[in-house]
C-alpha cells in the first residue's frame, strides 16, 4: 500500500460513546466529547489520522468513516 | 529593471489591490526565476498562472513532444500543436499572454548528472513531473542546495500538493518513502490536473511573493470525486535516505 492518510469522519447521530474507537486508534487522536448526557467519539487532530480503519472496524454502530487519501504519481 | 512599469500597473492592477500585494510582492515576482519541471497536466495551468501573474523568469524543461492523447488536459496545446515540442509551443504561448516573461525552452530529460545545470540559479522548483523516478533526482538536489520544491501528483479525480524546504520541512523522500506509485498511462481529467495545478501555482505565488501560508511539512489532499480536500501533517525522517544526516 502506498503511503495513505485518513480523515475519520464521526456520525454523532449513530455513536454512543462507547469509546472503542479510542482504545484502538494508534495516534491517539480520538477522544470522548460530553454534550449534556450525551457522550460522543471526537476527533482532536485529523491531521495525522493515518487511514488504518481500526476505529471503523471496531465501531459497533458503524458510527466512523475514514476517507482515505493516497499519493498519487501523475502529472 | 525591476520596477513596474505604466504597462504593469494596467496588467496587474487586479492583483495589486490584493490585501498586502502592493508593487513590492509585484516586484519580487517579477525578479524570480522558477525552474518549472514538466509541461504537461500540471505544467499547463503552472505555467500559464505563473506567466499570468508576471513571474519574471520561468525555465521550463520537458524531453516530450505532444500527443493527441495529451489534449484531454494540457491545455496549453491545441490539435494543430500534435508532434510538436511541447516547451517550444509552451514559450510561444506564454510569449502570446505575457511579453515581459523570460522563457527558457529545455527540451531535455532530467538526470543526476544534468539537474544541477538544468536547475541552476532558480529561487523555486515546481514538479510538475509524471515519475517519481525524476522526483527523486529534483528532491535530491533540492535538499542538498537547499532550494524550495513545491510537490504535486494527479490520477483520475484526485491529487495531491506539499510544500518542501529542506532542512525546514520534510523531504518528498520523508513523505512518501521508497513504496510509490507509477504513473504509467494513468487515467485523469483535464479539470483534476487544473485545480491541482492551480493549488501548486498558488503555493508558488505565495511562497514568492511571502504573503500568506505554505503548505510546509503538510500534504493538502484533493478528491474531486467526492469534493473533498484534506491536510496531512508530516514529520522528517531521521532515517530517510536523502535528508536523514540532516535531521540528526
Not at chain 1, 30 to 35: A, G, N, Q, T
Not at chain 2, 173 to 179: A, H, K, P, R, T
Request: glycine fraction near 8%.
Amino acid at each position: 500500500m502506498f503511503m495513505a492518510r485518513g480523515k475519520p469522519e464521526i456520525e454523532r447521530e449513530k455513536c454512543n460513546g462507547c469509546g472503542r474507537c479510542i482504545e484502538v486508534c494508534p495516534q491517539n487522536i480520538l477522544e470522548i466529547e460530553k454534550i449534556g448526557r450525551r457522550r460522543f467519539a471526537h476527533c482532536i487532530d485529523e491531521e495525522i489520522c493515518i487511514a488504518c480503519s481500526e476505529c471503523s472496524k471496531v465501531c459497533p454502530k458503524h458510527a466512523v468513516r475514514i476517507w482515505s487519501f493516497s499519493i498519487t504519481a501523475g502529472g | 529593471m525591476n520596477g513596474l512599469t505604466n504597462q504593469d500597473q494596467a496588467r496587474y492592477s487586479r492583483q495589486l489591490v490584493i490585501p498586502q500585494w502592493g508593487e513590492e510582492a509585484q516586484r519580487k515576482l517579477k525578479q524570480a526565476i522558477v525552474f518549472v519541471a514538466g509541461a504537461g497536466g500540471l505544467g499547463s495551468p503552472v505555467i500559464m498562472y505563473l506567466a499570468a501573474a508576471g513571474v519574471g523568469r520561468l525555465r521550463v524543461c520537458d524531453d516530450k513532444e505532444i500527443e493527441r492523447s495529451n489534449l484531454n488536459r494540457q491545455v496549453l496545446y491545441s490539435e494543430k500543436d500534435v508532434r510538436k515540442r511541447k516547451v517550444m509551443v509552451a514559450k510561444h504561448r506564454v510569449k502570446a499572454l505575457n511579453r515581459s516573461v523570460r522563457f527558457e525552452a529545455i527540451f531535455e530529460r532530467i538526470q543526476k548528472w544534468n539537474v544541477r545545470d538544468l536547475v541552476a540559479d532558480s529561487d523555486l522548483i515546481l514538479d510538475c513531473l509524471d515519475n517519481f523516478k525524476t522526483r527523486f533526482i529534483l528532491n535530491e538536489f533540492a535538499v542538498k542546495m537547499g532550494v524550495p520544491l513545491i510537490h504535486a501528483g494527479v490520477r483520475g479525480y484526485s491529487g495531491q500538493v506539499s510544500f518542501i524546504h529542506s532542512p525546514f520541512t520534510p523531504c518528498l523522500s520523508c513523505i512518501v518513502g521508497n513504496d510509490v506509485p507509477s504513473a504509467g498511462e494513468f487515467p485523469i481529467l483535464g479539470a483534476t490536473a487544473g485545480i491541482v495545478g492551480s493549488l501548486q501555482a498558488l503555493e508558488a505565488l505565495k511562497y514568492l511573493t511571502g504573503i500568506g501560508g505554505l503548505l510546509k511539512g503538510r500534504i493538502l489532499f484533493f478528491n474531486g470525486a467526492q469534493n473533498r480536500f484534506h491536510i496531512s501533517r508530516e514529520q522528517k525522517r531521521k532515517d530517510c535516505r536523502v535528508c536523514g544526516r540532516l535531521n540528526s
